[in-house]
DNA sequence: GCGACAG
DNA sequence: ATCTTGTCGC
């Protein structure tokens, strides 16, 4: 399945399902690099990967898909709804000085501002929260 | 028809 | 994602 903007999820679930498997441990949430509900459809990789596993997630994007917002304030931590139209999708997250922003948006079972505050909870001074990071760590061979 | 477009 | 360019920390 090749890399198509909307369909990330039929590309990326399989191999989280089959990984998710090989744990040996119970995960209490789900950190998924890519977007939950911030989706055309309200069906990102965050979300489809919850609603087939069970376990809470969370989306933490590097760009955006969809939706529009405001500039995000310099200062880390700041942040500003992404919205599509009046309805909110997401958060845009200014997750340390002089970077571009990250977007966090619920996956399943977990609201905006849990969201949020998990995102924020697991930064540690980078760009990305650290379980993101780890993840990207492991799949470079670092 | 033109621009946008997660990883 | 991968590649290229610029800046930063060791």
């Known amino acids: 399945m090749p890399y198509i903007p909307g369909l990330l ?3 990326e679930v ?3 399902l089959a990984a998710l498997e090989a744990l040996t441990i119970q995960p209490e949430l789900l ?3 890519g977007h939950g509900i911030a989706h055309p459809r309200r069906l990102g990789v965050a979300t489809h ?3 087939i596993s069970g376990y809470p997630t969370i989306g933490v994007a590097k760009k955006r898909l ?3 917002h405001e500039e995000v304030g310099e200062a880390p931590e700041s942040h500003t709804l992404l919205l599509d139209g009046d ?3 997401g958060t845009v997250l200014r997750s340390r000085g002089r970077v571009k922003p990250i977007f966090i948006s619920p996956g399943h079972r977990v609201g905006h501002d ?3 505050a998990w995102v924020v909870r697991m930064l540690t001074g980078y760009k990305l929260p650290e379980p993101t990071r780890q993840a990207d760590k492991l799949a470079s061979n670092r």
């Open 49 to 51: 990967l919850g609603l």
């Open 14 to 16: 399989p191999a989280a």
């Open 9 to 11: 999820s039929f590309r």
């Open 114 to 116: 849990t969201a949020l």
């Open 31 to 33: 950190m998924v690099d």
């Open 66 to 68: 969809t939706g529009r």
């Open 87 to 89: 309805e909110r999708i």
